[in-house]
């Protein structure tokens, strides 16, 4: 019973609060884009499953729902099916504000992920006790990627790929994404710089207790060093941060379209509960801030696919009627969302099995499957259900 309440606890509460905290904050924008634009909002929903709450309208016409398992959420704006009856929400429909505005709208999910990302992060760096790794290499191992590109020790690598570069973890972040890409570098050795291509090899690293391909370059870091820095230094850190996360991140994603990177090195529901409670068990609640961070980050990335149930394809939708100066029809815009919903459904299933799988039967391992149990329970509730049936129509983001 301890060991389940346990797992519960370290587990499962933390990262249903994280999933609640990304949903909130992506709706968030996109409730605020509506109101800026003047379009009407129905519905703000935060959660999938059976009804914890409903309050009354707000003075815009706005319901606020919450549901059990806050593993997703909607807004329901002005100007979908059934609106007849509407007319005490305040704003005009989503079809009379103009593709700008439509654009607007869905690209402010995304934005505000962004934006809670960039927060994260400097939270993270202003609260972690950090220590880097000086970017001068403290040995090369013979044969390796590093030796072959004639790399010393006692190099310093001044800048990776165009960007300059103050710690080694910095140049090895670099080579943890760069699958089958070359590196180039600039060094400085006796006094002078010196540019070097290096052709990082293919690798599986253990990583939180899962199998993750990456590049291995031979590099070897000196020791870590406790680092302090100014509120200047601090912006700036933040912004590298950002900026290396979004990198890694838009590789990550553009290495399993192009088959770069198997599907299985994405995680489901199971495995982000999974590390989520190994962050907090390595790091704390810092840890968990930065973890939070990058799956903001991530969140928005793939919102940001020009896949039809998702942000990103209905930009593509909206910028595409522009273009041609007409409407795609409902039941097309339908059909599309329904085929592309099943197939993130398999995906996620199959996910689901594997993160299992990886976890194993641990306490973790119960803890995540109870999650994802309950997660199959509410797919199959009747609210759960419209909802899904209502996201695949018009004016709803």
């Known amino acids: 019973m301890e060991t389940f309440l346990t797992t519960i606890g370290l587990y499962v509460l933390p990262a249903l609060a994280l999933f609640a905290l990304l949903v909130f904050i992506h709706e968030l924008g996109h409730y605020l884009a509506a109101r800026y634009h003047g379009v009407g909002v129905k519905t703000f929903a935060i959660g999938m499953g059976p009804r914890l709450g409903t309050l009354k309208r707000d003075q815009n016409g706005t319901q606020w729902k919450l549901a059990a398992l806050p593993l997703g959420g909607y807004v329901e704006l002005l100007g979908g ?37 960039g927060l994260l992060f400097m939270l993270f760096i202003a609260t972690a006790d950090i220590a880097r790794s000086p970017s001068e290499i403290a040995a090369v191992e013979p044969g390796s990627p590093a030796a072959e590109a004639g790399l010393h020790q006692g190099d310093r690598i001044l800048a990776v790929n165009g960007r300059d570069v103050r710690w080694m973890d910095q140049v090895l972040n ?15 050795r006796d006094g002078r710089p010196i540019d070097v291509t290096l052709h990082p090899d293919r690798l599986t690293a253990n990583v939180l207790g899962r199998d993750t391909e990456a590049g291995y370059t031979g590099i070897q870091a000196a020791p870590r060093v406790p680092v302090r820095f100014t509120p200047a230094q601090m912006l700036a850190e933040t912004a590298d941060m950002f900026v290396s996360q979004t990198r890694m ?101 199959y996910l689901a099995h594997k993160d299992l799988t990886v976890i194993g039967l641990t306490a973790a391992g119960a803890g995540v499957a109870i999650a994802l149990t309950i997660g199959s329970v509410v797919l199959m509730t009747p609210s759960w259900r419209a909802g899904l049936l209502t996201h695949l129509r018009p004016g709803q983001t």
């Open 81 to 117: 099916p059934g609106d007849k009856d509407c007319a005490d929400v305040e704003g005009k429909p989503l079809s009379a504000a103009g593709t700008g505005a439509r654009i607007s709208i869905l690209a402010a999910g995304p934005i505000a992920n962004i934006l809670l990302a």
């Open 174 to 188: 670099e080579a943890f994404a760069g699958l089958d890409r070359e590196i180039a570098l600039i060094v400085e």
């Open 249 to 349: 991140t838009v590789q990550a994603v553009k290495d399993v379209v192009t088959g770069h990177r198997g599907v299985e090195s994405l995680m489901s529901i199971v495995g982000i509960t999974h590390v989520t409670g190994e962050m907090i068990q390595l790091g704390g609640l810092t840890a968990l801030v930065y973890f939070a961070g990058t799956i903001s980050l991530a969140l928005a990335v793939m919102n940001l696919l020009p896949l039809p149930v998702l942000d990103g394809g209905q930009i593509v939708i909206a910028a595409g009627e522009k273009l041609v100066g007409r409407r795609v029809p409902e039941k097309a815009h339908t059909w599309m969302a329904r085929i592309c919903m099943g197939l993130l459904i398999a995906l996620t299933v």
